[in-house]
């Protein structure tokens, strides 16, 4: 962007003049972005949306007290309105005996790596209506397919700086892509939705909107004349695109913040079993091209290469700063933040290394079961690890798909569920969080 040098000097600016207003320590964040979206549905332009924005963070230190405030006007008089405002609400602030910047010694240094993450590409706005329209038509032209619910196109370009009193500036930059469309397929009277989405940081890393109608058209057909199935238990296979959902949890219960409050359900957990044997869960901010990659974490802090759990042993919590202080320990360098507001945690680029078996491997080792293709109102008991979901997909038999299934719920332990985990060997880098298909044997089923 044209404005780098001006961003730069903006943020060092305001971080001392809120150290002139009164505050012991203080970060300032700016994010720029520019992005296009385009919806079609019927092959006609249904919406198109263009956003530019330049926003600007501060968060300030008073003692252990802390405020933060954002704003997207950057004038002058702005500006100095912010930092008045954050230092005045900080000195009113209850204390926090672990609110601070992070410790210098864990400040990412040096050159940052390159990880390719921006593509300068800028389609138009004619380009995008006409990847969309393809995508929808090649879904539309799958035999079993009635209607669309629409074809999407988006595109992106956001940078993001942090400058700290301390010392640590920093900034990169990334794109995104995205194409995607989503159909109904009706037989009987009886209609199923199918969809395909998908997103990648360079514009030549997207597949293209043939087969991406295709596969949105299949899905909503294979799904035609679904049945309800009676309660039962049996194995239960989540597909690759749903596997994660099931495993999300363990990230949540890993979390620092929760394990300081105590509300995990893995609270007690470090340096043991929680996944099969073999299984490896693996955090990596440096893939080149990852939708989730970062050359610093969002206090500034160098990240690196995890397995968060090894061998299916735990193997660390995620911390930021403040729950590091806490809980005694370093932080891990998973600081997540917005504009205003504490920062939070999460992980960068998650996947889960993949097993022997594909897809049809697992059901024929299963024989008779329930491969889950679609999710929804996930329920988890966060201290105990009790687990239900509303899912949607096929009935095998014999290792084959035999027919469609609907209105299933699946429930279970997830600290049971997790030991009998098996893994499959489709694992796809979609996202920021991919895991191959998922067996496990023995669970219950509750149907009509």
Do not use: C
Not at 72 to 95: F, K
Not at 137 to 157: M, T, Y
Not at 161 to 176: I, K, N, P, W
Request: no cysteine.
């Amino acid at each position: 962007m044209t404005d780098t040098r001006l961003s730069a000097d903006l943020l060092h600016d305001i971080v001392q003049a809120a150290l002139k207003a009164g505050a012991d320590a203080a970060e300032a964040v700016s994010a720029d972005r520019r992005a296009l979206s385009v919806g079609v549905r019927n092959g006609r332009l249904e919406d198109l949306e263009r956003e530019e924005s330049r926003d600007l963070g501060l968060r300030v230190f008073v003692g252990r007290r802390q405020a933060s405030v954002s704003a997207s006007d950057l004038s002058a008089a702005t500006q100095a309105r912010l930092v008045e405002r954050a230092v005045a609400m900080a000195r009113l602030a209850p204390e926090d005996p672990y609110a601070d910047l992070a410790p210098d010694d864990r400040l990412a240094r040096g050159p940052l790596p390159d990880l390719d993450l921006y593509d300068p590409s800028e389609p138009s706005a004619e380009t995008m209506e006409r990847r969309s329209a393809e995508a929808e038509a090649a879904a539309l032209a799958v035999p079993g397919v009635a209607r669309s619910e629409g074809g999407h196109a988006a595109w992106s370009s956001s940078r993001w700086r942090l400058v700290t009193s301390h010392g640590f500036d920093g900034a990169y930059q990334g794109s995104a892509f995205s194409l995607g469309v989503g159909v109904i397929a009706e037989k009987d009277g009886a209609m199923e939705r199918g969809g395909e989405s998908r997103s990648t940081r360079h514009l030549s890393d997207l597949p293209g909107a043939e087969a991406i109608g295709r596969t949105a058209g299949e899905r909503a057909a294979a799904r035609v004349g679904a049945r309800k199935i009676a309660s039962t238990t049996a194995p239960v296979i989540f597909d690759n695109r749903m596997a994660g959902q099931i495993v999300s949890p363990a990230i949540g219960a890993i979390s620092g913040p929760s394990i300081a409050r105590g509300t995990s359900f893995l609270k007690d957990r470090m340096g043991q079993r929680v996944f099969a044997e073999g299984v490896s869960l693996i955090d990596d901010p440096f893939r080149r091209r990852g939708m989730g990659s970062t050359p610093f974490d969002d206090e500034g802090v160098s990240v690196e290469r995890r397995a968060l759990f090894d061998d299916g042993v735990l193997t660390t919590w995620l911390l930021n700063s403040a729950a590091a202080r806490q809980l005694g320990l370093e932080t891990t360098g998973h600081a997540s933040r917005g504009l205003a507001g504490p920062p939070g945690v999460s992980t960068h680029n998650l996947h889960m290394e993949p097993g022997q078996r594909d897809l049809a491997g697992l059901m024929a080792d299963a024989g008779t079961g329930l491969l889950i293709t679609s999710m929804f109102g996930p329920s988890l008991n966060g201290n105990t690890g009790d687990w239900s979901a509303g899912v949607s997909g096929f009935w095998f038999e014999n290792g084959v798909i035999a027919y469609p299934v609907n209105e299933v719920t699946v429930a279970g332990k997830l600290t049971e569920l997790y030991l009998r985990m098996v893994r499959g060997s489709d694992l796809e880098f979609r996202g920021a969080f991919n895991v191959p298909s998922l067996m496990f044997d023995a669970v219950a089923i509750a149907g009509k």
